[in-house]
C-alpha cells in the first residue's frame, strides 16, 4: 500500500510542477505579446533625444556607434535607406529587438522548465540534484551522478525535448 501511496504523491507532485510551468510560461508569453507602453515609448524617446547630439532629429552612425544594436545594425534599422534613423525608425528597431530577447528567453525557459519536468519523471534521474540552464536552443546539464549510465540517459532526455538545438553534458561522476 504505501508503494501506491507514494506513486500517486510522486504522481501528484508531477502534476503540479507541470500545472505551475504551464501557467509561468503563458503569463511569461502574454507578457512578451503585449503592445509597448506609454512608458516605453517615453524611454525611446528619452534614449533618441540623449543620442541626437547635434538636436538634429535624426541619428547618424556616429551618435549611435556606442549602443551596440544600432553600432551593428544600423543599416537595417535605416529602413528608408537616408544614412540617418529618424525616431521611428529608432524605436521600431529597438522594440523589435526587444521583443525577440523576450520571445527567445521565454522559449528558453519553456525548454528548461519541460527538461526538469521530464528528469524528475525519470525513476533513475528524478532523485538526483541536476541543474538545467538553457540559452538559445543550448541545454546545459550540470551537477554530479552516481553513474555513467545517468549521464548519458540524461543528456537523451534533454536531447528529446521539442526545441532544443544541441546539450552541454557537464554532469558529472560523485567521488565515493
Not at 48 to 69: G, I, P, W, Y
Not at 109 to 118: A, E, F, L, N, R
Not at 151 to 171: M, P, R, T, W
Request: net charge neutral.
Amino acid at each position: 500500500m504505501k508503494n501506491k501511496s507514494q506513486n500517486n504523491h510522486s504522481h501528484f507532485k508531477s502534476t503540479l510542477l507541470a500545472m505551475a510551468l504551464a501557467s509561468a510560461a503563458l503569463s511569461t508569453q502574454a507578457f512578451a505579446a503585449e503592445d509597448l507602453s506609454d512608458a516605453k515609448q517615453s524611454a525611446y524617446t528619452t534614449s533618441f533625444k540623449a543620442l541626437d547630439v547635434d538636436n538634429s532629429s535624426t541619428l547618424t552612425k556616429a551618435e549611435v556607434k556606442e549602443e551596440k544594436l544600432f553600432a551593428k545594425h544600423f543599416a537595417a534599422a535605416d529602413t528608408d535607406k537616408d544614412g540617418t534613423l529618424d525616431e521611428q525608425e529608432y524605436t521600431n528597431y529597438k522594440s523589435q529587438s526587444e521583443q525577440k530577447a523576450v520571445k527567445r528567453v521565454v522559449k528558453d525557459s519553456v525548454i528548461t522548465s519541460k527538461v526538469k519536468g521530464s528528469l524528475l519523471k525519470d525513476e533513475g534521474l528524478k532523485s538526483l540534484k541536476v541543474s538545467v540552464k538553457t540559452n538559445h536552443g543550448v541545454v546545459l546539464l550540470s551537477g554530479f551522478v552516481e553513474t555513467e549510465d545517468q549521464i548519458k540517459q540524461a543528456g537523451k532526455i534533454a536531447s528529446e525535448i521539442e526545441g532544443v538545438k544541441s546539450v552541454e553534458n557537464s554532469l558529472l561522476l560523485k567521488k565515493e
